[in-house]
């Protein structure tokens, strides 16, 4: 079995549960954002059965030498709380607010070809590779600087 | 907007922790969908498969329930480009910055009860209550 079908199954997976669960609709995240008005809990539900499953999960997969397919497990290393952390959180909680959508959603409603959807998704690719660019000129920068 | 429902609220999010749980037993990853989609996107990452096959499965997602008689409702989108455009913007940059979205940090990251991943959620958390409490109910303005 390789890597692809790993992915492909988790990804529907994943997909299915977005849509079952409500959290495709923006309107049931925004209820849920608001809890001066008419508070919607489902997120919290969803947070929560997304828990009771992924913990165990990944405090066994710790205890495992490596992973079924790959050659080896990909945690996060870093640990510290820096000032990219804080700073990108705290935009994604703007355009989260602001729309609804974070990225897995705002994908899976791609098959609905609506224009804003789509526009959506664009966007946030827009970001990211904008994003990518701008710290690898950074980085460039500093290796001239460094190599002067 | 469909009522709350706690049954189907649950076991989606189970869906959710099963694929995330299966991602990492197979392939050894973190499903963080902003980096699976960021990664999609840089020509220069490595391993690009399964990240697109990642992505075409989450597509599928809604195509497959379809099928079986279960259609996703469509979304209700706001109505401002400047919002959609911008609320885009914002959400791929900030994901990127800071290395996660509401699954990589949301619940891989709180799963493994990483520092980051709980200062990052509760950001996210709190920017986006206040956000929403400007938008719909004008405090602060």
Known sequence: MSMWIGGLVCGLIFGIGLVISGMTQPTKVLGFLDVFGAWDPTLAFVMGGALIVAAPGFYFARRRGRPLVAARFHWPTGAEIDRPLVVGSALFGVGWGLVGLCPGPAIVNLPTMMPQIIVFVAAMGAGMVGLDLWRKRGKTGRVAADAA | ?141
């Open chain 2, 1 to 141: 907007m469909a009522p709350f429902d706690p049954i189907s609220a649950l076991l989606g999010g189970a869906l959710i922790g099963v694929a995330s749980a299966l991602l990492l037993f197979l392939n050894g990853r973190i499903a963080g969908i902003s980096g699976i989609f960021g990664d999609f996107l840089d020509a220069g990452a490595a391993e690009r498969g399964w990240r697109i096959a990642f992505l075409v499965g989450l597509i599928a997602a809604p195509l497959a329930l379809a099928a079986v008689g279960r259609p996703m409702p469509l979304p209700d989108m706001p109505t401002s480009w400047a919002v959609i455009i911008g609320g885009g913007l914002l959400v791929g940059v900030g994901t990127r910055l800071s290395g996660g979205c509401t699954s990589g940090h949301g619940i891989c990251g709180l799963a493994r009860l990483s520092p980051r991943s709980i200062a990052a959620t509760g950001i996210f958390m709190v920017v986006a209550i206040i956000v929403v409490a400007i938008v719909r109910h004008g405090l602060g303005a």
